[in-house]
């Protein structure tokens, strides 16, 4: 069974600039999560989907940030315009269902805002 | 809110010895699940236990077993027999129910060094 995939794996933008993260679930996970995970804390989430709707994007700054799963398989974060406070690496993970089951993790994206 | 605390920022650790990982939490619910994840320096979370706030025996999981003290609220990860593989973060984390949706809280992490 293939893991979560993510591209690209490093991204180096200027502030002000856009950036777009994708993220490819195991096939079959019903429920896609986001994280943020700024250097030297723990992941923190930003948006939750079940299929392609939303469950939870509490945390998620939507004045800049913005993340959609149409077909409710892959997924894709957007940050428009990025910040300084914005580097970090962006964490997908997904579940078969909404539960106690564990969050299979992506490799992340590490995102670099000059 | 729920809130999960790892008060060691590192621990380093011979080859071969046993280590325990502190992990202590608080939450008002009846019903809540802990995880423990690795994360080596590739970036991956990695999946290692689950307790759910109901189960009477501390998990297991190979090389891995889970110290749940309710009462305490502390759920330490024990590593037993250190190896070179194990050196990574690890993260504490609690299944949080709101609003119907459930999402992990994880706590700051303790980095692991194993030394040969």
């Known amino acids: 069974e293939a893991g979560v995939a993510q591209s690209p794996r490093y991204k180096i933008i200027e502030k002000r600039q856009s950036v777009a993260f994708w993220c490819n679930p195991i096939?079959?996970?019903?429920?896609l999560y986001w994280y943020q995970q700024i250097l030297g804390q723990g992941p923190k989430l930003l948006i939750q989907?079940?299929?392609?709707?939303?469950?939870?994007d509490s945390q998620l700054p939507k004045d800049r940030f913005s993340a959609e799963r149409l077909k409710g398989v892959d997924s894709t974060l957007k940050i428009q315009p990025a910040k300084l406070e914005d580097s970090a690496v962006y964490l997908c993970?997904?579940?078969?269902?909404?539960?106690?089951?564990?969050?299979?993790f992506g490799p992340g994206t590490r995102l670099t805002v000059l | 809110a729920q809130k999960i605390t790892q008060t060691q920022p590192g621990m380093f650790v011979q080859e071969k010895e046993a280590v325990t990982l502190d992990c202590t939490y608080d939450?008002?619910?009846?019903?809540?699940?802990l995880f423990w994840y690795k994360q080596p320096s590739s970036g991956e979370m990695i999946f290692l236990i689950y307790?759910?706030?109901?189960?009477?025996q501390n998990a297991t999981e190979g090389r891995y077993s889970l110290n749940f003290q309710k009462a305490r609220k502390s759920a330490n990860l024990v590593i037993s027999a250190s190896q070179l593989g194990d050196s990574a973060m690890y993260f504490c984390?609690?299944?949080?129910?709101?609003?119907?949706?459930?999402?992990?809280?994880f706590g700051q992490g303790t980095r692991l060094t194993i030394n040969p």
């Open positions: 993970a997904s579940t078969r269902t909404e539960g106690y089951n564990e969050q299979f």
């Open positions: 096939s079959g996970h019903a429920t």
């Open positions: 989907f079940q299929n392609n709707g939303v469950v939870d």
């Open positions: 939450t008002s619910d009846q019903s809540y699940g």
């Open positions: 307790q759910g706030s109901y189960d009477e």
């Open positions: 984390a609690m299944r949080e129910l709101l609003q119907g949706a459930q999402k992990l809280v």
